[in-house]
């Protein structure tokens, strides 16, 4: 069954560091992966996606993800967080079936 | 020029009422989606229309019906709204390689 597991619920990172969001999925064919940022009230925006080629792709805002087929993930990664990133992230994964499946969510609070 | 429009932001309602929510997209695309956000953020599928044809229907309650005047537009009306219909509901619209452009939401309370 196709499944997009983000093992951190909430994550807290002060200002300025490092960030990296889990993000595992089960598929049974070659995926195509999306991590996705919700602020407060407002819709999803695509922060970047993954269909095939370089395993390390850049997004907007200054995230980049890894695919790492062998784990079956898509971690998100950001080297400086900015107090603005605090948000909810989600990862999700589709392919020809045109289905998203998303993941529960993992909550970003920035400190000061 | 806003990608996917969704009206009304809010909605507020009582039990038993009947309600839509009107989407429109200006991207081009051919699929759209409805997706219910419950209050623990977890996002499902409900439908999803190509070319104002109905591709994926997520065990819906048929007081949801979906309907889609044209491959731009993409409604959905609820009949006898209950308590449990409280949620977000965002419509999206599907780019070349699965990648969905959502609307900024339909905060729905029933009283």
């Known amino acids: 069954a196709q499944s997009v597991t983000q093992p951190d619920i909430h994550i807290t990172v002060s200002e300025g560091a490092s960030l990296e969001l889990r993000c595992n999925y089960s598929?049974?064919?070659?995926?195509?992966l999306f991590w996705y940022v919700q602020s407060p009230g407002q819709g999803l925006q695509l922060l970047l996606k993954?269909?095939?080629?370089?395993?390390l792709v850049q997004g907007i805002k200054g995230f980049e993800a890894e695919f790492k087929r062998s784990q079956s993930s898509f971690n998100l990664r950001k080297p400086s967080v900015h107090w603005s990133d605090a948000a909810e992230y989600f990862c999700?994964?589709?392919?020809?079936?045109?289905?998203?499946?998303f993941g529960q969510g993992t909550t970003l609070q920035v400190k000061p | 020029d806003t990608a996917v429009s969704q009206t009304p932001k809010y909605l507020v309602t009582q039990m038993g009422n009947d309600k839509s929510i009107k989407c429109e997209q200006n991207?081009?695309?051919?699929?759209m989606y409805w997706y219910k956000q419950d209050s623990k953020k977890f996002l499902k599928i409900m439908f999803s229309?190509?070319?104002?044809?109905?591709?994926i229907n997520e065990t819906v309650p048929n007081r949801f019906s979906p309907k889609s005047p044209d491959k731009a537009h993409l409604n959905l009306h609820i009949n006898s709204l209950e308590l449990g219909d409280s949620a977000v509901y965002f419509c999206?619209?599907?780019?070349?390689?699965?990648?969905?452009?959502f609307g900024p939401g339909t905060r729905l309370t029933v009283l």
């Open positions: 999206a619209s599907e780019g070349r390689y699965n990648e969905q452009f």
């Open positions: 999700a994964v589709g392919g020809n079936t045109g289905k998203l499946i």
């Open positions: 598929y049974g064919a070659t995926p195509y």
């Open positions: 991207l081009g695309h051919d699929t």
């Open positions: 993954y269909f095939s080629g370089d395993t």
């Open positions: 229309y190509n070319n104002k044809e109905l591709i």
